[in-house]
Each structure stands twice: as C-alpha cells, then as structure tokens.
C-alpha cells in the first residue's frame, strides 16, 4: 500500500499569512493527488485535484502544486473561514490512502 | 444540485450485520463510479469500497475485504453497504462518496459496534 505522510500535523498561522502544508508518498502517484478540507461536524471538501486543478467554487487562494511523491497545498493569503482540517489523497493505486490530516487554526 | 444522503447507521453488536443505504440526486447517477469512506471518531480518512458505475466491479481495502460488500441499484440511485462480522474498529462515520475525485460527499452517518 502507498503510504502519505502528511505534515505539519498542527499548523498555527495569522489571518494574511502564506500557509503550505506538505503530503509525501512512499512511491510515485504521479499527478493522482487530491487535498481537501475538513471543518468541525462537516464533511471533507474537495479543494484540488489531480495535484493542481482547483475545484469549481473554491477560491483562488488555494493551489496546489507537486508531482511524482512530493506535494504541497498552499493558501496564499490565510483567511478566517480556513480554519479546519486538511487532508491529502493518492487515487493512482488500489488501495486509495489518505493523509493524516494537518489542522489549521488562526494564531 | 448533487446530494447523497445516507441512512442506515446506528448501534450494533460486534459480529452482527449492518446495512447502510446512500440516495444521490442532482447527477445522472448511473454515469458514476461510486465509493464509501469512513471516518473513526477523532482519527483520519479511510477508504473503504468502491464500485464502477454498472455494478460490475468492485473494490476493497484488505481490512474490510471479505466482510463488507458495496453494491448499488441505478433505478433507485442508491448505494449500498452491506456490513458483516462487524468489529469494534469499525466504529465510524460512514460518508457515501462520488468516485469522480471524491469530489461530493454526503453528510456521514454513524456506526457504533460495541456490546
């Protein structure tokens, strides 16, 4: 099984802040990477997929970048309403692995 | 407007069966791969059984491999998840997910496996 291991696990940033937050896999996934997020008592939103394609809706300020077993999400000006959990996901090989999740919280 | 409902969970005796149901709308439901992911209390993502979008074929992770079964009946868009033997580490929130990049979820419903 691939294996992603997510990092920073806790990340505390200031409204305005540049943010990245890092998934790596034990093998090449090639572009096969999604990152979502998670608020309290929510479902995971998808943000990015395929590595950098922003999902229809979400704002600009989210991007996402990475190829082979290095990726990175990166919110280019914090916001409030960012606050959650984030999760990464690899969808080249059965069977599909998630991060373990980075929670984001405002300083 | 995509949505996938799902209902079914509860609480249920380790060993004992469970059947979650999951209703999609707002997309030609039939045209989709579908997938269930669940969540335990407090902990990360996990994959949990997929299925392409006629039914033919289906797809587990080994730990739930031979237990639980994922099925789906395109007339009623809806999925299923048939779940035997459970175990306590099944406790989850179970989110019905379209395959598509995982891109919709619904809003999970809870198994508890406990005595």
């Known amino acids: 099984d691939i294996q992603m291991t997510q990092s920073p696990s806790f990340l505390s940033a200031s409204v305005g802040d540049r943010v990245t937050i890092n998934c790596k896999a034990s093998q090449n996934i090639n572009r096969y990477l999604n990152w979502y997020q998670q608020k309290l008592g929510e479902a995971p939103k998808l943000l990015i997929y395929n590595a950098n394609s922003l999902q229809t809706g979400i704002p600009s300020r989210f991007s996402g970048s990475g190829s082979g077993t290095d990726f990175t999400l990166t919110i280019s000006s914090l916001q409030p309403e960012d606050v959650a959990t984030y999760f990464c996901?690899?969808?080249?090989?059965?069977?599909?692995?998630f991060g373990s999740g980075t929670k984001l919280e405002i300083k | 407007e995509v949505q996938l409902v799902e209902t079914g969970g509860g609480l249920v005796q380790p060993g004992r069966s469970l059947k979650l149901s999951c209703v999609a709308s707002g997309f030609t439901f039939n045209n989709y791969w579908m997938s269930w992911t669940r969540q335990a209390p407090g902990k990360g993502l996990e994959w949990v059984a997929s299925i392409t979008n006629s039914g033919g074929s289906t797809y587990y992770p080994d730990s739930v491999k031979g237990r639980f079964t994922i099925s789906r009946d395109n007339a009623q868009n809806t999925l299923y998840l048939q779940m035997n033997s459970l175990r306590s580490e099944d406790t989850a929130t179970y989110y019905c997910?379209?395959?598509?990049?995982?891109?919709?979820w619904g809003q999970g419903v809870m198994v508890t496996v406990s005595s």
């Open positions: 997910t379209r395959h598509l990049y995982f891109d919709y």
């Open positions: 996901l690899q969808h080249n090989s059965w069977p599909f692995t």
